[in-house]
C-alpha cells in the first residue's frame, strides 16, 4: 500500500536523484527553482505575525472578545491575507520577504484568483500543506496547479 500512495503522490517513475520541478521544467536552483521548507517557514512565521499585529489593533482600539474569538479571528486575518495578496502580487508579505511567490505550475504566470481561493481554502485545512510530493508541491499547490518558487527579484537585504 505505501509504494501505490508513493506512486500516486510522485506520478511517473523518475531517478531518485531528479531535482525537485525536474518535471514542470523548472530548473534545479536559482530563480525560478522550487522552494524547499526553510523559505516557506520564514514566510509563514512573518505573515503570522502581520495577521496577529491587524487584529490586534483592533483590541488596542478597545473591542473585546473572548480569547477563542480572537484566534479565530487571527486565523480568518491570516486566510484572507493569503488569499487577497497571492491573487493580486503572487506573493505574501512574508513571501515577498523570503524571495518566494507562488506561480502556475503549467506556464509560470500568475494563477487566476479562483484557483488561489481554492488553493487557500484547502490550506485552511493544514492537512495538505503537510503532505508534499518529490517536487515539493503540497496537495493544495497540486489542486490549484500551483507551484511555489524562488522569485527572480529578490528583496534588498534578504
Known amino acids: ?3 501505490a500512495l508513493g506512486g500516486w503522490l510522485e506520478g511517473p517513475g523518475l531517478p531518485r536523484d531528479t531535482p525537485p520541478g525536474a518535471r514542470l521544467g523548472l530548473p ?3 530563480p525560478g527553482s522550487v522552494v524547499g521548507f526553510g523559505p516557506r517557514i ?3 512565521l512573518v505573515d503570522a505575525v502581520i ?3 491587524l487584529v490586534g489593533v483592533l483590541f488596542i482600539v ?3 472578545a473572548a480569547a477563542d474569538i480572537r484566534g479565530l ?3 480568518g486575518a491570516f486566510l484572507l491575507e493569503e488569499f487577497l495578496l497571492v491573487a493580486v502580487a503572487g506573493q505574501t508579505i512574508g513571501m515577498r520577504l523570503a524571495g518566494i511567490r507562488v506561480i502556475r505550475a503549467r506556464d509560470g504566470a500568475r494563477q487566476s484568483w479562483s484557483w488561489i481561493a481554492v488553493r487557500t481554502l484547502l490550506l485552511a485545512l493544514l492537512v495538505p500543506a503537510f503532505i508534499w510530493d518529490r517536487d515539493l508541491r503540497g496537495t493544495h499547490d497540486r489542486a490549484a496547479g500551483t507551484v511555489v ?3 527572480a527579484v529578490v528583496p534588498t537585504g534578504a
Do not use: E, I, K, S
Open 51 to 53: 495577521a496577529n499585529l
Open 73 to 75: 479571528a487571527v486565523y
Open 28 to 30: 534545479a536552483d536559482g
Open 42 to 44: 520564514v514566510a509563514y
Open 149 to 151: 518558487v524562488r522569485d
Open 62 to 64: 478597545g473591542f473585546d
Open 1 to 3: 500500500m505505501g509504494r
